[in-house]
Structures are given as C-alpha cells and as structure tokens.
C-alpha cells in the first residue's frame, strides 16, 4: 500500500513556557466527510492557559484557520475547566496536557491528493506570577483520499481521553432552573440522587462572581447551588448557561454536564427580603391599618 | 382597598426605597469607597477630598503585557493627559505585594513615570492591597471612573480589545474615555460596566 508522504504530526511549535501541536485523528481526510484536528498543549509545571471563559483574569487562545477550498473548521470543543488562581481572583483553564478538539468538515468540492490546514494561535501562558502572550502559526498536511478515513494510532488515546474529559448533555430526565434573588443566581437540580457537592463554571463572563463560595444545600434528589452575580453584572439574562461539576464521591467518579437553564425572577425572595424590613420597622404602621 | 392589599402596596414601597442601600461597596452606582494611600512624589491622598471632580482609578501592574500595551503605545500617557488637562484627577494604584511582579518602591515608581511620561495625578503606592480589595480590582489594568458627586459611574476593562496586541489600540472603544465624554455632558453612562481584562492583580498570599 502506498502512502502519501505527509506529516499527521506537525513538529510541536515552542509557545512560552509550553509546546503545541497540530494534531489529526485520522491518517486522511475523505471529501464529503467530518473530521476531528486538535491543538495539543503541554504546560511546564506552574503554567496554565485558560477556558472559553477565562474568568477574573487571562484570555482564552484564539485561533484563526487559514484552510483550503472545501474544508471549514467549527468552533474549539472546550475539555472541563479546572478552576484556578486564589480566594480573591478566580480564573477558568487547564494546566498540564489538554487537546483542544477542533471539528472540520470536508465538502465534497475539496481536490487534490492533499491538504494542508494552516492556523495562526494567538496565546496567553500565565503562572501564579505573570503572564507572556504568545503567538505561533502551525500546519499539517494531511493526504485527501475517497475510501472513509481510518484513525491514526498514535493520536487515538490523545482524542478518546480529551472526549471523556468534555462536559457531556445532562439525562434527559434531570430537571434544572435558576432563580435571580437580586444578589445571586440559585440553580435548583432535581437529579434524584443526593449530592453533596457541585461547582459550577459560568459559560458567559461577568454574570457570577468567580471568586465568591457557591454554598450547596443538598436535598433527597437534588440540591441547590446559590451563585452570587459579578460586580459587573448588568443586564438581566433569560438563561443561565455553563458547566456543573459533580467531584468524585464514593459511588461515582467526576462527571460534568452542559447547563442551559431558564432563570426566573424569585417572587418567594423578593417577598421574605420585603416581610424582613417590614418586621422591624412597620409593625406600629400595620397596627394603625 | 382592602388592609391585605395596601399591606402588601406597603412593603413593596418599603422593598423599593431598601434596594440601593443592598448594593455592595464598588460597584456602579454606589458611592466610591474612600481611601487614604501613599504616593510614589511623598504626597498622602485621600480620595475624599477630590469631591466636586471626576477621579479616575487605574490599576497597574508594569510587567503585565496588558499594561504594556497601554503604555509601550503612549496610550495610557495620552489618556492622563488629555483628561488631566480637563480637571480629572487620575490616580494609577499599584496593588502588588512585596516580592510579587509590579511591585515597586517610591523611586522605582517615580522613575518609571519619567521614562514613560506618564502625567497620573498620582502613582498610590498599596502593597497591602488594602485598596484593591476595598474596590475588588482584579486586573491590570482594571478601571473606574467616579463623577464629582463621588459615585461610581464606570467599572471594568480600558476598552473592548482584549488582548496584548499594540495593533489593537488605536481601533479600540476607551470606556473611560466614554464614560467621562457622556458624563460631562450630562448623559447617561452608556456602558457602566464591562469585564476587566488583563493579569490578575498580584495581592499577597496572606491576604487569602
């Protein structure tokens, strides 16, 4: 069998305090089908880049594709953040290794016997003590064939550990909603199973404060995570969107769903905040009532 | 009307006229909380006293490539001193702690104003990070904007291009520079609030 000579690893770009690299999941692409490339980071030890949303600080890699005609990329598929930085500033990001999958699409116009995907990363590489930006252009070549393409060996276990690590769609039968009670926003999870733990990772910036505790009050079949809005919060949203974390316990391990939940204004808290002051201060009033 | 209903008319009165004492310490809309620091000239400043002017609070950190956008352009020099020349006091607060990147002494401070041409009204040295926390500054740069009135009117990023890149400057919306043209003129603040963006500020560890 002959192969075309062509790189599926493209030789690992040096970024600040780290390397990436472009990564493929099959030996080829075939027209007419999708395919999944990666950017493929590794972190010296004390060094991180950060989420979709970076929180309090930092910025996400943006990437901008230079791809022939007949290919188009869609957006990063975003692997569970990890929460980073102190009790005052709280960040979204990875550390270490983390493959940032990138889905693709080959129409059925694409020609050639190759391709090569081209791709400029604009970077941010903080530690604990500064940041460095970084920018770096990366390539691949991959063989353009017709048969449906088969994966490439080497990167298998890259892809299938960065899949397992995405946030995944909650049961169909678990039941989220979110109150807004003025200072914070309180996701109520029916589950039916009782947790004891939760973190959520807020998809949009500036709705929750990221350094604020997200206290938990567990309940037979669920709980609910109350999350204080940002300092910069300002305008009333309709839905609540981002990741929950459930942290291993005894009987499971780590799992992590997508969230997208409607808010609602919470009449029952904006009555008890009312009734509050009323107690102290009316009372002589709704005697003369 | 019945006693039930005008009870109930009561509260939500009593709720309404209660909101703005329920808004936290700096956030726009609430009075900015006063502070005392030290300048990097040997001045002592009290923001209280710079009621009846416009203040701008600039959060600054010299290793940041966020800053260093800013000023390896002659941005932020631009900014102090058109909005110095038009009685706006500017106050650039350096929040890192001893030994952490940014931090500086007086002289090193007043050293680097010169080689930059910085005109700040005033460099507040705060390594305790006692102001930042009192304003919860969590980036550099990170910027306010408080009327003469001593509210609040602006919290968040320098302008809308969140990246490092000098390119991006001259095309950029400078909220402050917003802020303070709509206010001055007597209009509502468009954008009051936005995320800051840059290097987190870099407070001390005890301060967890």
């Given at each position: 069998?002959?192969?075309?000579?062509?790189?599926?690893?493209?030789?690992?770009?040096?970024?600040p305090?780290?390397?990436?690299?472009?990564?493929?999941?099959?030996?080829?692409?075939?027209?007419?089908?999708?395919?999944?490339?990666?950017?493929?980071?590794?972190?010296?030890?004390?060094?991180?880049?950060?989420?979709?949303?970076?929180?309090?600080?930092g910025e996400?890699?943006?990437?901008?594709?230079?791809?022939?005609?007949?290919?188009?990329?869609?957006?990063?598929?975003w692997?569970?953040?990890?929460?980073?930085?102190s009790?005052?500033?709280?960040?979204?990001?990875?550390?270490?290794?983390?493959?940032?999958?990138?889905?693709?699409?080959?129409?059925?116009?694409?020609?050639?016997?190759?391709?090569?995907?081209?791709?400029?990363?604009?970077?941010?590489?903080?530690?604990?003590?500064?940041?460095?930006?970084?920018?770096?252009?990366?390539?691949?070549?991959?063989?353009?064939?017709?048969?449906?393409?088969?994966?490439?060996?080497?990167?298998?276990?890259?892809?299938?550990?960065?899949?397992?690590?995405?946030?995944?769609?909650?049961?169909?039968?678990?039941?989220?909603?979110?109150?807004?009670?003025?200072?914070?926003?309180?996701?109520?999870?029916?589950?039916?199973?009782?947790?004891?733990?939760?973190?959520?990772?807020?998809?949009?910036?500036?709705?929750?404060?990221?350094?604020?505790?997200?206290?938990?009050?567990?309940?037979?079949?669920?709980?609910?995570?109350?999350?204080?809005?940002?300092?910069?919060?300002?305008?009333?949203?309709?839905?609540?969107?981002?990741?929950?974390?459930?942290?291993?316990?005894?009987?499971?391990?780590?799992?992590?769903?997508?969230?997208?939940?409607?808010v609602?204004?919470?009449?029952?808290?904006?009555?008890?905040?009312?009734?509050?002051?009323?107690?102290?201060?009316?009372f002589?009033?709704?005697?003369?009532? | 009307?019945?006693?039930?209903?005008?009870?109930?008319?009561?509260?939500?009165?009593?709720?309404?006229?209660?909101?703005?004492?329920?808004?936290?310490?700096?956030?726009?809309?609430?009075?900015?909380?006063?502070?005392?620091?030290?300048?990097s000239?040997?001045?002592?400043?009290?923001?209280?006293?710079?009621?009846?002017?416009?203040?701008?609070?600039?959060?600054?950190?010299?290793?940041?490539?966020?800053?260093?956008?800013?000023?390896?352009?002659?941005?932020?020099?631009?900014?102090?001193?058109?909005?110095?020349?038009?009685?706006?006091?500017?106050?650039?607060?350096?929040?890192?702690?001893?030994g952490?990147?940014?931090?500086?002494?007086?002289?090193?401070?007043?050293?680097?104003?010169?080689?930059?041409?910085?005109?700040?009204?005033?460099?507040?040295?705060?390594?305790?990070?006692?102001?930042?926390?009192?304003?919860?500054?969590?980036?550099?740069?990170?910027?306010?904007?408080?009327?003469p009135?001593?509210?609040?009117?602006?919290?968040?990023?320098?302008?809308?291009?969140?990246?490092?890149?000098?390119?991006?400057?001259?095309?950029?919306?400078?909220?402050?520079?917003?802020?303070?043209?709509e206010?001055?003129?007597?209009?509502?603040?468009?954008?009051?609030?936005?995320?800051?963006?840059?290097?987190?500020?870099?407070?001390?560890?005890?301060?967890?």
């Amino acid at each position: 069998m002959l192969f075309c000579a062509a790189s599926l690893h493209a030789d690992p770009s040096q970024i600040p305090h780290g390397t990436l690299d472009l990564v493929a999941e099959n030996q080829w692409i075939a027209a007419g089908h999708g395919f999944s490339i990666g950017l493929f980071f590794q972190l010296e030890k004390g060094w991180h880049i950060y989420w979709i949303n970076p929180g309090d600080s930092g910025e996400p890699p943006r990437v901008t594709w230079q791809l022939p005609s007949g290919l188009t990329a869609s957006e990063i598929q975003w692997p569970t953040p990890r929460r980073l930085g102190s009790s005052s500033i709280v960040d979204y990001g990875y550390e270490g290794s983390v493959l940032l999958i990138v889905p693709m699409h080959a129409t059925s116009s694409l020609v050639g016997s190759s391709a090569r995907l081209a791709g400029e990363v604009k970077l941010l590489v903080c530690s604990d003590e500064m940041c460095l930006p970084g920018k770096t252009q990366l390539a691949l070549t991959l063989p353009v064939r017709s048969q449906t393409p088969a994966t490439d060996s080497r990167n298998a276990n890259l892809f299938a550990a960065a899949r397992k690590s995405m946030p995944r769609a909650a049961p169909a039968n678990w039941k989220f909603s979110v109150a807004d009670t003025n200072d914070s926003f309180v996701l109520t999870a029916r589950l039916g199973r009782r947790v004891t733990r939760a973190v959520f990772f807020p998809l949009v910036e500036s709705q929750i404060a990221n350094a604020a505790a997200q206290t938990l009050g567990s309940e037979n079949g669920g709980f609910r995570l109350t999350l204080r809005k940002s300092d910069q919060f300002s305008k009333p949203i309709e839905r609540l969107k981002g990741v929950l974390v459930l942290p291993a316990d005894g009987s499971h391990p780590e799992e992590s769903y997508t969230i997208d939940a409607p808010v609602g204004k919470s009449a029952e808290a904006s009555q008890r905040r009312a009734a509050r002051f009323i107690s102290r201060i009316n009372f002589p009033i709704t005697i003369v009532l | 009307m019945k006693r039930a209903t005008l009870f109930s008319t009561l509260i939500v009165i009593m709720a309404l006229c209660m909101a703005p004492a329920l808004l936290l310490a700096a956030k726009v809309g609430a009075v900015a909380p006063d502070f005392t620091g030290a300048a990097s000239n040997g001045q002592s400043i009290h923001l209280a006293d710079y009621r009846g002017k416009y203040v701008v609070l600039e959060w600054h950190n010299n290793g940041c490539p966020f800053v260093g956008k800013q000023y390896n352009s002659g941005n932020m020099q631009n900014l102090q001193k058109q909005w110095t020349a038009k009685g706006v006091v500017w106050l650039t607060i350096l929040s890192s702690a001893p030994g952490k990147q940014g931090y500086v002494s007086a002289n090193e401070e007043n050293a680097y104003l010169a080689k930059m041409q910085a005109t700040p009204t005033a460099a507040v040295l705060d390594p305790s990070g006692s102001i930042g926390h009192l304003y919860d500054a969590k980036t550099s740069p990170h910027m306010f904007v408080i009327n003469p009135q001593g509210v609040i009117i602006y919290d968040g990023a320098i302008d809308d291009k969140p990246t490092t890149d000098l390119a991006d400057v001259p095309g950029a919306k400078n909220y402050v520079s917003v802020a303070l043209e709509e206010a001055m003129a007597g209009k509502q603040v468009e954008t009051p609030t936005t995320r800051p963006y840059g290097c987190s500020v870099k407070y001390s560890d005890a301060s967890h």
